[in-house]
């Protein structure tokens, strides 16, 4: 069964970072646009970041700009999110999704999240 399976989460301290993975099983993240979203409690789900499917462009969220980064790394079929400079208020859920262009209003298929924590 294809499936999505995010990784690299943890408890961080202000002002740290962390790497967070996606890999694909039996799923070829290459054929498709891949967007880093996050949960907090008492929330919604917003859309932290994506990368595109053909030429790699990438998008950010206003508040991770300059902070965090997209990328990928095909022969792993892994797509990451480099998190720098973390603060409080980045502590959710999470999670990949994939579908076939980050101009989609929703994504197709989904991991099933990774925690991250920043507090001192």
């Known amino acids: 069964q294809a499936q999505l399976v995010e990784s690299g989460g943890g408890l961080v301290q202000p002002g740290g970072s962390l790497r967070l993975s996606c890999t694909g099983s039996?799923?070829?993240?290459?054929?498709?646009?891949i967007g880093w979203f996050r949960q907090a409690p008492g929330k919604e789900r917003e859309r932290v970041s994506c990368?595109?499917?053909?030429?790699?462009?990438?998008s950010y969220e206003d508040s991770v700009k300059g902070r965090f980064t997209i990328s990928r790394d095909n022969a792993k079929n892994t797509v990451y999110l480099q998190m720098n400079r973390l603060e409080p208020e980045d502590t959710a859920v999470y999670y990949c999704?994939?579908?076939?262009?980050?101009?989609?209003?929703?994504?197709?298929?989904w991991g099933q999240g990774t925690q991250v924590t920043v507090s001192s």
């Open positions: 990368i595109s499917r053909r030429d790699g462009v990438t």
């Open positions: 999704a994939a579908d076939s262009s980050c101009q989609e209003s929703h994504f197709d298929y």
């Open positions: 039996r799923f070829d993240l290459s054929y498709y646009a």
